[in-house]
């Protein structure tokens, strides 16, 4: 019997249509709205889509992303601050949609398979995982429930998943019995009490094999069978007769393994895990012929990946997407990816290094449009995915008709997971522009190259380099190239409340040497600014002057005094590498240069007790 898909229609979307009537447009966009009830069909047709496109574009939407002003990716973030950032808000906050969409680029068109995944995370399995508290931020929770978001399908019928690191922990937690995939190496020579062992087990097996085999046996009453197998000991595993062999140890697993050998015809072994992740007992499993057995090895297989799709809910969507080997498109690629990482792969790693090697080896190609925006330069400023299309339909000629042929369930006033088909059609409206062709092409060594590699795996839109965060060159002002290195900035707080940058710059002027010259400031929160300085060594200058107190230099003595405080882009860093998030700025900063005062103490003594030292206060035992 032949199952034939449904016949799909087709819905072409031009820009020009979208560009006249944008909001009603948007409404025509249908996109498969997925829970757990049709988690399963949906999952087989994504996946089939997945291998037929060339990209992948996800989108997510969160419960939170930064409590406060100064903790967004600011212009002046390295790539290691940025990294600290992300990985707090995705250790904080939770995914509550993952919109994934896989589509093609041909010529003038983009074929689109939109689907959006309503994910909640619910311990489906009893056992602590992944049920954990996180915090949501009540403006968020507020622009969802304006498009419609319904938290009651999202805590009852939302997906569940696990990510692999819990994947492994909680197999060894659930305890079902799982087939034996042993290598048994064992010496040649048994000790006494191996030999003990495997001959006693070896009797139990016999005797409980020949006893269920015993054709008188079958006709006796159910009374007089139960008996019998109570003495015998056997229990039933499904229809099939089964027997279960304490061990004590790993080694007597292998004994056990090794001797069952000589069964293998219709003894199937599994092993009962135990929650520390060891073994508890041997299950032998009787099987009436050799057929029997192969088909129970098959139902075997099938129950564990059946156990296995339910314990990795959605995260077989992501492993779906990380085995195609296809390039990602996203929008904030680090903060979308810091949560992909945290709540499906692995806990994050410390440093941004360590993140993106790890992050390589499951998505090899992530690629971001607002690195491609930074090529055209009305959009340099733009972080808006709406701003931005608006602006290339405004300023160039780039038709790109949206194709999504198979309709998802249509939602009146539903909006849910429309920016991956934005992140879609921007990307392909970019490459338009830019003259870049998406499609891989071979080289002449037979490897497949692209002209998108060189945008490819970029997490900081802001920063240039993460090899030396302290003297690297960032900017300060998005609408400006202009760039500084990290050691010529200078964090100051400690002035009055409701003071202007402007108004802080004048005080500033004439106040030291330092700031007779080209200096600019700007306000990182009500809390703290940061000072710019363009000319090499007077940040240096200018925090030696506060260090003492401004003693040759009148006016900064009576800032000062007043309570004004100054730090050098390594206490910034400290205070993003601790995970000090203050909701101001200035008290993290206060806190880090407070914890930097205790270890300089600390290490003092330290050398003080070393320095101090002295042969001639030794005492020598032959003296006495």
């Known amino acids: 019997m032949v199952l034939r898909p449904p016949i799909l229609q087709r819905r072409f979307l031009s820009s020009n249509v979208l560009k006249n009537n944008h909001h009603h447009h948007h409404n025509q966009w249908t996109i498969n709205q997925v829970t757990k009830s049709n988690f399963t069909e949906s999952l087989e047709q994504i996946k089939n889509h997945i291998t037929h496109s060339d990209f992948v574009a996800v989108s997510m939407q969160k419960t939170g992303s930064y409590s406060a002003a100064?903790?967004?990716?600011?212009?002046?973030?390295?790539a290691d601050t940025a990294y600290f950032k992300a990985k707090y808000a995705a250790e904080r906050f939770q995914v509550l949609q993952f919109a994934v969409c896989p589509f093609s680029v041909r010529a003038a068109k983009v074929i689109a398979h939109p689907y959006n995944f309503h994910l909640f995370p619910r311990d489906e399995f009893k056992i602590g995982m992944p049920s954990y508290s996180f915090s949501c931020q009540s403006s968020y929770l507020t622009t969802m429930a304006q498009e419609g978001f319904d938290f009651n399908v999202c805590i009852?019928?939302?997906?569940s998943y696990l990510s692999r690191a819990q994947e492994s922990a909680a197999k060894d937690r659930i305890g079902n019995p799982v087939p034996s995939n042993y290598v048994v190496q064992l010496p040649s020579t048994l000790s006494v009490a191996d030999t003990i062992f495997v001959e006693r087990i070896k009797s139990r097996v016999k005797h409980w094999r020949n006893a269920c085999k015993d054709s008188n046996t079958r006709s006796e009453e159910a009374l007089i069978r139960s008996l019998r197998k109570l003495i015998v000991g056997g229990e039933e595993y499904g229809s099939r007769p089964c027997l279960n062999l304490d061990v004590c140890s790993e080694r007597q697993v292998q004994l056990a393994l090794e001797?069952?050998?000589?069964?293998?015809?219709?003894?199937?072994?599994?092993?009962?895990?135990?929650?520390?992740?060891?073994?508890?007992?041997?299950?032998?499993?009787?099987?009436?012929?050799?057929?029997?057995?192969?088909?129970?090895?098959?139902?075997?297989?099938?129950?564990?990946?059946?156990?296995?799709?339910?314990?990795?809910?959605?995260?077989?969507?992501?492993?779906?997407?990380?085995?195609?080997?296809?390039?990602?498109?996203?929008?904030?690629?680090?903060?979308?990816?810091?949560?992909?990482?945290?709540?499906?792969?692995?806990?994050?790693p410390p440093t941004m290094d360590e993140f993106s090697s790890s992050l390589r080896l499951v998505f090899p190609h992530i690629l971001d449009v607002n690195h491609l925006m930074k090529e055209i330069g009305p959009l340099k400023r733009l972080t808006n995915l709406r701003a931005a299309i608006s602006c290339l339909k405004e300023r160039f000629f780039a038709p790109i008709d949206l194709e999504i042929p198979h309709q998802g369930e249509t939602n009146e006033g539903n909006r849910h997971g429309h920016n991956v088909l934005r992140i879609s059609q921007l990307f392909a409206k970019l490459c338009s522009i830019l003259k870049i062709t998406p499609e891989a092409h071979e080289d002449d060594k037979g490897h497949l190259t692209s002209a998108l590699e060189c945008y490819a795996n970029i997490f900081n839109p802001c920063s240039t380099s993460s090899e030396d965060p302290i003297n690297g060159d960032v900017m300060v002002w998005t609408d400006n190239t202009r760039k500084v290195r990290c050691k010529d900035l200078v964090f100051l707080w400690g002035f009055r409340g409701g003071i202007s940058a402007r108004m802080l710059e004048n005080q500033l002027r004439g106040s030291h040497e330092v700031f007779s010259e080209e200096f600019d400031v700007r306000l990182v929160d009500k809390s703290c600014a940061i000072v710019v300085f363009w000319d090499p060594g007077f940040a240096e200058s200018f925090l030696e002057a506060m260090k003492s107190g401004g003693i040759f230099c009148e006016p900064l003595r009576e800032l000062i005094s007043e309570g004004l405080r100054a730090a050098c882009y390594e206490a910034y860093n400290r205070v993003c590498r601790l995970g000090l998030w203050e909701k101001n700025l200035a008290d993290a900063l206060d806190k880090a240069l407070a914890d930097t005062d205790s270890l300089s103490e600390a290490h003092s003594k330290e050398e003080q007790s070393v320095i101090s030292w002295n042969s001639d206060l030794m005492i020598n035992l032959d003296d006495l």
Do not use: C
């Open 259 to 348: 001797m069952l050998k000589e069964f293998s015809d219709d003894l199937v072994p599994l092993l009962i895990p135990t929650k520390g992740g060891g073994t508890q007992a041997v299950r032998i499993v009787l099987t009436s012929s050799k057929e029997d057995r192969i088909l129970f090895e098959r139902e075997l297989q099938h129950m564990e990946e059946e156990q296995n799709k339910r314990v990795r809910g959605f995260r077989e969507v992501i492993d779906s997407i990380s085995a195609s080997q296809k390039p990602v498109v996203a929008h904030n690629s680090l903060n979308d990816f810091t949560f992909i990482h945290s709540k499906f792969l692995t806990p994050l």
């Open 156 to 159: 009852y019928s939302g997906i």
């Open 70 to 78: 100064w903790q967004r990716l600011l212009p002046f973030d390295t």
